[in-house]
């Protein structure tokens, strides 16, 4: 019976299988890299997710609750409950615009300056047992790859 649907051709089958299998395996390894993490910085009583949040205030000191929400993809909520915890642990200090008094902003200290670079080291040797193995050339093939799909997805 004709449904009036051009059929899918064995190629386009086979390209959105392999589509769906690559999903899959980015999602499988960056949850895998997450896990390990996680696993390695728990004995500093911190997350990934927390990490994240680090990393933002070091690359954009002084950035609001708001803006450190949209550059770790959580809610606001979340940002602040993140940020009151590292305020408490003593990796962040918090204060006022000096343009917008009535924005709070944050900074990182020196106690999650020294954690930050902890975790790097972490996470420099998870990624080197990561791509034991891969060269250089098939690295950059991967990125270029992953940068095409992410170009689309913001088109």
């Not at 499988?28 to 004995?43: N, V």
């Not at 070091?58 to 009151?84: D, F, H, I, N, W």
């Not at 900074?107 to 975790?119: I, K, N, P, Q």
């Not at 998870?126 to 250089?136: F, I, R």
Request: aromatic content about 2%.
């Amino acid at each position: 019976m004709d449904s009036g649907k051009p059929e899918r051709t064995e190629k386009a089958s086979r390209r959105d299988a392999e589509l769906r299998r690559s999903n899959r395996l980015m999602r499988r390894l960056l949850l895998g890299l997450k896990a390990r993490l996680d696993d390695e910085l728990r004995s500093r009583h911190i997350t990934s997710a927390q990490l994240r949040l680090l990393h933002e205030l070091k690359e954009r000191p002084g950035s609001s609750g708001a803006q450190l929400a949209r550059a770790c993809y959580v809610t606001p909520q979340s940002a602040q409950a993140m940020l009151s915890l590292a305020v408490e642990r003593g990796w962040v200090v918090r204060g006022r615009d000096a343009e917008n008094q009535r924005l709070v902003t944050a900074r990182l200290t020196a106690a999650g300056e020294r954690l930050l670079a902890y975790a790097d080291g972490i996470l420099e040797k998870l990624e080197a047992e990561v791509w034991t193995g891969v060269s250089l050339t098939e690295l950059r093939a991967m990125n270029t790859l992953i940068e095409r799909g992410l170009a689309n997805l913001e088109s």
